[in-house]
């Protein structure tokens, strides 16, 4: 009997471990204000914190911590992974509110841009094919390329996912992008598609 309790403690520590190991950072801010960097959370307590590997702060007591930086040079997909130094946790990946996201450079010869414009009250993602756009609409933004350069004469299908608290209720018609699983990219011509989601109630 005292092994089988012994067992069942073990497998309670182990799961309580794993639990914290995935928890060990949760953001409950995390903006760009021109080049200033501001990112707040909690952590395991009196801990470095890192953001994308670099230690810029750490955590009290009590596990609050608050990072500020200021020039800081945002990513081009304003997704920075927060974690403790010791490496105890997973990393938590955080978008950076304010910040403006970078577009890759276009292929050689004659292209053109097909973007996403969010729209509704809903969530969800928004893939291309070919590859070049995979766009996650969220309550704090967008992350993920939203606008992708493709060649001239090349025909794009979009595709919506809703995420699970949302539906999707089909496409905006702007111009250029009255059918979204057909598309036809046009040299030096930027086409803005609206997918339309609404939260589910």
Known sequence: MKRGVVVAGIVVVAAVA??????????SRAELNGTR?????????????????????ASDANGNFRIERDPYSAPADCIVDVDVGDGSGLPTPAFLSGCTQ?????????TGT???????TGHGTITSTPAGISCTITASGTTGPCQ???????????DARPAA?????????????????????????TINCQPGF???F
């Open 114 to 120: 097909m973007a996403i414009v969010p729209g509704g």
């Open 165 to 189: 608290d949302s539906r999707f209720l089909g496409w905006r018609g702007l111009p250029g992008c009255s059918d979204p699983q057909r598309i036809t990219v046009v040299a030096d011509t």
């Open 148 to 158: 992708a350069f493709f060649l001239a004469g090349t025909v794009v299908r979009l």
């Open 37 to 57: 960097l501001r990112i707040e959370g909690t952590a395991l307590a009196n801990r470095t914190i890192t953001v994308d590997g670099v230690a810029l702060g």
């Open 18 to 27: 794993a639990s914290l190991a995935a928890a060990a950072v949760s953001i």
């Open 198 to 200: 609404q939260l589910r």
């Open 102 to 110: 970078t577009a890759p450079p276009p292929p050689p010869g004659a």
